[in-house]
């Protein structure tokens, strides 16, 4: 989708990712919520996880959380979370998972 921010990153600048495979991408957050916060989106735009009616881009994209995690060195501990909608907190209307890690979590 053009003029879309996250379908830039995803598919722009290889050197600004953490990860990446032929279906999604990963890249370090601009305001880190933890020392590790790494954001995993599919290549293609998908606006929310509502809209993710494919199944097979759902487990690519539950497998890539998986390495991205790894690649970003918090393998064993981190956090993943989805803000679906504007009303749970979603800025960015690109489906993106948070990886959180690097420091401990309450609740
Ligand atoms: P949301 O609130 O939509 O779930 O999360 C959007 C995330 O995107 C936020 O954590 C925010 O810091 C991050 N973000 C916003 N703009 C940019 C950007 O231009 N580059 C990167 N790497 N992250 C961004
Ligand atoms: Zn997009």
């Not at 880190?32 to 009616?53: F, I, M, N, S, T």
Request: proline share 5%; charged share 20%.
């Amino acid at each position: 989708m053009e003029n879309c921010l996250f379908c830039s990153i995803a598919n722009g600048d290889p050197d600004k990712l953490v990860w990446q495979n032929d279906t999604a991408a990963a890249f370090n957050d601009i305001h880190p919520k933890a020392p590790v916060h790494v954001l995993v989106v599919p290549k293609r735009h998908v606006e929310k996880l509502d809209d993710l009616d494919d199944a097979e881009l759902a487990g690519q994209l539950l497998m890539a959380v998986r390495q991205a995690a790894e690649a970003a060195g918090v393998k064993g501990a981190y956090r993943v979370m989805v803000n679906n909608g504007a009303p749970a907190g979603q800025v960015v209307e690109h489906l993106h998972f948070h990886i959180l890690g690097g420091r401990r979590f309450e609740a």
